[in-house]
């Protein structure tokens, strides 16, 4: 698919590519849309096979961050950067500070942050060059361990919805993907009693898991058909489609990962067909972006961020009920609840105000 036809289909304002020959940078910024603020979303640095499976990433990512901010009642919108590259190789200090003059450059369209293989500590970097950044080490830090809680809040409030009860004691929870919020989920599920099957492309996270949380493993392209209460992705996107979702042997579906469903509307309705609940993605997983929204009114405080993190778990039991009452699949109804927000908060904001703020 070209360009303009993502664009149209996903309804972007902005993709940008970028490239810094002296230090070899190269990467794609997608803004999606700015209807309640500025567009927020990480930057994944990721070795991707060619340049189509870049944009489909990023179009599919920002696309999602402005739904994730509108659920999770954000005023900002949503956006992404994919760089790539191989980040063993490619990340130095002029490579990131060349990244930071690009963020800078947008003039405060797009607030970025930690994603996949970027760190606060390399957050520090872009600091150097650009004021439009979030997850610093001096604030709200890494994100990965308050998605994390998140998402496990929202486990608990899928189980509620499930079988009537939220505890995950005795629960069988298959883990796809173990890195930084991966196995913070997993340090959490298994401190409630749930016992935990592992899978991870990196042998050496699944062996801590073993080693350090009791855990079974299995090989990657076992972990969807393992018999389980709970599949929880937690790696890459679009791993439910036509061939995975047949041998699911789950209840529900609810992990950290992005943009899980290859297909929202195929997908989400294959899985409602089966009688499997799945938490929608940018709701469950809404923990990062709340953390570093409230950098944007400081003193950053995380006992009040966790607090607020918390109400995943009421909103997904929200979206769980309209999903019943209205016949669509979870993430459809998530879409409503959010393009609402969107639409009425938009229509209000209408009218010009001089000096208006957006944050």
């Not at 899928?158 to 629960?171: E, N, P, V």
């Not at 009791?214 to 439910?240: H, M, R, W």
Request: hydrophobic letters at 35%; one cysteine or more.
């Amino acid at each position: 698919m070209k360009v303009f036809d993502y664009m149209e289909k996903y309804g972007h304002e902005q993709i940008i590519y970028f490239y810094d020959k002296t230090t070899g940078l190269k990467g794609i910024t997608a803004i999606h849309d700015t209807t309640l603020g500025p567009a927020i979303g990480g930057t994944r640095l990721f070795k991707y096979e060619n340049e189509d499976d870049a944009l489909f990433d990023v179009v599919r990512l920002s696309r999602g961050m402005t739904y994730k901010c509108s659920a999770a009642g954000c005023n900002c919108g949503g956006g992404k950067t994919v760089l790539l590259g191989d980040p063993s190789k490619v990340k130095t200090e002029s490579y990131l500070r060349a990244y930071g003059r690009y963020v800078q450059s947008l003039g405060g369209r797009f607030y970025t942050g930690e994603d996949m293989n970027f760190n606060e500590f390399d957050v520090d970097y872009l600091m150097m060059e650009t004021n439009y950044v979030n997850g610093r080490a001096d604030m709200s830090g890494n994100p990965s361990p308050v998605t994390a809680y998140g998402v496990y809040w929202g486990i608990k409030a899928s189980a509620k919805a499930k079988w009537g009860d939220d505890s995950l004691a005795g629960k069988v929870i298959a883990v796809q993907g173990l890195g930084a919020v991966g196995y913070a989920l997993c340090e959490y599920l298994h401190q409630e009693g749930a016992k935990l099957i592992v899978t991870d492309i990196k042998k050496d996270r699944v062996e801590r898991a073993v080693k350090e949380l009791g855990a079974q493993a299995v090989k990657c392209e076992d972990i969807y058909a393992t018999k389980c209460d709970i599949f929880s992705p937690n790696s890459v996107g679009a791993i439910l489609n036509d061939q995975t979702i047949p041998t699911l042997k789950c209840a529900v579906v609810a992990g950290a990962a992005n943009n899980v469903l290859l297909d929202e509307k195929k997908h989400g309705d294959m899985l409602m067909e089966r009688g499997i609940l799945y938490a929608p993605d940018y709701v469950i997983n809404a923990g990062g972006v709340v953390n570093v929204y409230q950098e944007f009114t400081p003193p950053y405080n995380r006992e009040r961020t966790l607090k607020i993190v918390q109400q995943i778990y009421d909103r997904l039991l929200l979206i769980f009920e309209y999903s019943k009452k209205h016949h669509l699949n979870t993430q459809l109804a998530a879409n409503k609840f959010a393009e609402e927000r969107m639409q009425l908060i938009g229509k209000m904001r209408s009218n010009f105000i001089p000096n208006e703020k957006h944050v």
